[in-house]
C-alpha cells in the first residue's frame, strides 16, 4: 500500500526534492507552500513522471493558526499522513537588536511553533495506528550558539532537542521522529538569510543529495543525520564540546560576516 508523505516547504530546495524522492518511491503526496504556482508545476512534473497522487496546499506556515488550518484541510480531503515532513523554515543575518522584530517573530512561527504543532496535531493519529514516521529538518547549526543568526540558531537546537526528545518517548511504538542536520546546501536559504556571500556557502553541497540522507534516515528510523559536511567541517563538530565557548562564539562570528 502507498504511504503519504506530508511535506512543507516543499516549493524549492531540500523539501522539493525530497518530494521528488518519495514520489520516485511510488508513494503519495500532500505538498505545502507559499508559493501555489510552483507546487502546482511540481504536482504537474511527479503526477505524470510517477502516476501518483500529489495534493498542493498553498499555506503561510509562519502564520498564527496555519498549521491548524492545515490539519483541517488534510482531514477534509480524508488522506492519512503516513510520513510527517517538517521541512520548512528560514533564516535571518543580523545583529538581533537591529533586526526587524516582525521578520524575526515570522522565523520563530515557522521554524518552531509550526513545526511543533504539526507533530502535536498528526502525531495522535500515528499512536493509535502504532505506525508512522517523523522527519524534521533542522541544521548543524543546532549544535552551538550563533552571533549574527541568533534566533535560527537557537530554532534549530529546539527542532534537535524536541525531535530527539519525542523519539525516545515513542520508544515503545513503531514510530520514530527523525532529525535531518544539513551543513550548507545548495538551496534558496543562503539568500533569503543574507548569507550567500559568507564562507560557509562557498562550497555547498546538492539539495538532492541531503534530501537523500534524510529520506534514507527516515526510513530506517535513525535519531540523526548529518549532511553536508566536509572532512575538516566534521573534525570542528568533534572539536566542540573541547573548545572553550568564546572561542566558539567568535568563530561562529567571523563566518557570518561578509
Request: aromatic share 6%; hydrophobic share 40%.
Amino acid at each position: 500500500m502507498s504511504k503519504t508523505a506530508l511535506i512543507t516547504g516543499a516549493s524549492s530546495g531540500i523539501g522539493k526534492e525530497l518530494a521528488r524522492i518519495h514520489a520516485e518511491k511510488g508513494g503519495n503526496l500532500i505538498i505545502v507552500a507559499r508559493r501555489v504556482e510552483k507546487l502546482n508545476d511540481l504536482k504537474k512534473e511527479l503526477e505524470q513522471k510517477y502516476n501518483v497522487q500529489v495534493t498542493t496546499i498553498g499555506k503561510d506556515l509562519s502564520n498564527t493558526g496555519a498549521a491548524k488550518e492545515l490539519y483541517k484541510e488534510v482531514k477534509e480531503a480524508n488522506i492519512q499522513v503516513d510520513y510527517l515532513i517538517n521541512n520548512a523554515g528560514f533564516g535571518l543575518r543580523g545583529k538581533f537588536h537591529e533586526l526587524s522584530w516582525d521578520r524575526q517573530q515570522q522565523m520563530i512561527h515557522l521554524n518552531m511553533v509550526a513545526l511543533t504543532e504539526l507533530m502535536y496535531l498528526f502525531l495522535p493519529e500515528m499512536v493509535s495506528r502504532n505506525s508512522g514516521k517523523i522527519l524534521n529538518t533542522s541544521s548543524t547549526a543546532s549544535y552551538l550558539p550563533g552571533p549574527l543568526q541568533a534566533i535560527y540558531y537557537a530554532s534549530k537546537a529546539y527542532v534537535t532537542f524536541l525531535g530527539n526528545a519525542i523519539d525516545e518517548e515513542l520508544h515503545d511504538t513503531n514510530i520514530s521522529v527523525t532529525t535531518l542536520m544539513p551543513g550548507a546546501t545548495e538551496t534558496e536559504f543562503a539568500k533569503i538569510a543574507d548569507m550567500d556571500k559568507t564562507d560557509p556557502f562557498k562550497n555547498t553541497v546538492s539539495a538532492r543529495s541531503v534530501a537523500e540522507d534524510g529520506y534514507n534516515a527516515m526510513l530506517k528510523g535513525k535519531l540523526n543525520i548529518v549532511s553536508g559536511l566536509t572532512f575538516q567541517q566534521k573534525m570542528m563538530v568533534s572539536m566542540l564540546p573541547f573548545t572553550p565557548k568564546r572561542v566558539i562564539l567568535k568563530q561562529v562570528r567571523k563566518l557570518q560576516e561578509v
